[in-house]
Structures are given as structure tokens and as C-alpha cells.
């Protein structure tokens, strides 16, 4: 059973475009993210919510809103791309704010 | 900036030797943790040491933390080849939010 699932697994899209990445979890955590990471491998965080409800925003572009209908799933939704969106994206979650997190397979986004 | 520092970049050994990995920040943090990326794929976490730990093991891995240096590292003993990948460590500041500040990641070649 995958514990954080998220799709698509890659995604090929021109400017301009909208999308959206899906994210789920079957751990009965509280806390899920959305984070990214570059071309060099370096992963920051972009969201997280807690138990439904936003608690970090991390000066990401306000084409990026993350939507979570309930506490199992977060999603990404994109618009307008731009070339420079083009990264891996990783969804996680984690039970609380002092536990570790699992990471979902990741969602290459490229931007053409 | 708040990210964090590891060092080496890259490490390539041979199978059965030891591979230690060193980490830095640059503020109080309540825990620290180490995860494993294997080529396209997402983060495997392996060890969380909070910041009252000094120590702790988990099978072939050692991870130690120095708060008044700021520094941590980890330490894989009797090398595979299956340990080729790349490890981060990342650190919480607050655990309410369980946001993680990542380093840049120490890419592990281990030769047979």
C-alpha cells in the first residue's frame, strides 16, 4: 500500500498552461506539504496544512494555490506556467510538526 | 539564508567501507533528520535525533548531533553498493509546523 501517492508522476506542459498535481495519504496524518525541488537538487518548502488549514505559505507565486478538501488530500494546482516552474515537486506528510515525513515518488514537471 | 550545509557534495567509496556524511545549520532547531533519495525517486527518511539526542543508531547507520556546533553527521558503516544515493539532512525549527529546512545533499557512489 503506497503510503503518499501523488499524480501525475510526470507532466510535460507549454507556457501558459494550467495543472494540477494531486496528492494523497493513507497514513491518517494531520500535517501535509507540497515542496520543491530544482534542477541541483535542492528541496524547499512551498505549503503546508494542517489538518486542512494553511499554515505555511512559503513566498511561492500566487499562480501556485494548493487546495485540500480534507486532511488526507492536498492538491497543487498551477497557472499560467512559466519555465522556470520546471522542477520535481513532492508532496509529504508527517503525523505533527516534530515527526518525520514521508515523501511521496514526486511529480517531474517540465515546462516547455 | 537558512538552508543547510553538508559536506561532502559527492563521496565515492568501495563496498564494505565506512561513508560519513557531515550537515550544518545556522539556528536553534528542535530536530534533526536524515532521508535518502535514490535516483528518481522521493525521500526516504531514515533517522530523527531531536536536539536533547546526541546520538542514535539504526542498524549500519550512526548519526550524531552537536548542538553547540551546530552540526551534525551521519555515518554508514560496511557500505553496499545498494546505499548509492543521495542523502540530506534537514532540520525543524518549530514543531508546530514541521516545516524542514533541507541541505544541499551529499550524492553517495558506493563502488563493488
Known amino acids: 500500500d503506497t503510503a503518499v501517492s501523488q499524480t501525475p508522476k510526470y507532466l510535460v506542459t507549454q507556457m501558459g498552461n494550467d495543472k494540477s498535481i494531486k496528492c494523497e495519504q493513507n497514513l491518517g496524518h494531520d500535517t501535509m506539504y507540497w515542496y520543491k525541488q530544482d534542477s541541483k537538487k535542492f528541496l524547499k518548502i512551498m505549503f503546508s496544512y494542517n489538518n486542512k488549514e494553511l499554515i505555511i505559505n512559503e513566498t511561492v507565486p500566487n499562480r501556485f494555490s494548493p487546495k485540500s478538501p480534507d486532511k488526507a488530500h492536498l492538491n497543487l494546482h498551477i497557472n499560467s506556467l512559466e519555465l522556470g516552474d520546471s522542477a520535481v515537486y513532492f508532496c509529504a506528510s508527517s503525523q505533527d510538526g516534530s515527526t518525520e515525513a514521508f515523501f511521496g515518488q514526486g511529480t517531474r514537471l517540465t515546462v516547455v | 539564508s537558512q538552508q543547510g550545509e553538508e559536506d561532502p557534495q559527492a563521496l565515492s567509496i568501495q563496498e564494505g567501507e565506512n561513508a560519513t556524511m557531515n550537515c550544518s545549520y545556522k539556528?536553534?532547531?528542535?530536530?534533526l533528520q536524515w532521508y535518502r533519495q535514490n535516483s528518481g525517486r522521493g525521500l526516504v527518511h531514515l533517522i530523527l535525533i531531536r536536539s536533547n539526542e546526541r546520538e542514535k543508531h539504526s542498524g549500519r547507520l550512526r548519526v550524531t548531533l552537536d548542538t553547540s556546533k551546530k552540526s551534525s553527521s551521519l555515518l554508514i558503516t560496511a557500505s553496499r553498493a545498494a546505499d548509492t544515493a543521495s542523502y540530506f539532512c534537514?532540520?525543524?525549527?518549530?514543531?508546530?509546523?514541521?516545516?524542514?529546512?533541507f541541505g544541499q545533499g551529499t550524492t553517495l557512489q558506493v563502488k563493488p
Open positions: 539556528t536553534s532547531i528542535n530536530n
Open positions: 534537514a532540520y525543524g525549527r518549530s514543531s508546530n509546523t514541521g516545516k524542514l529546512i
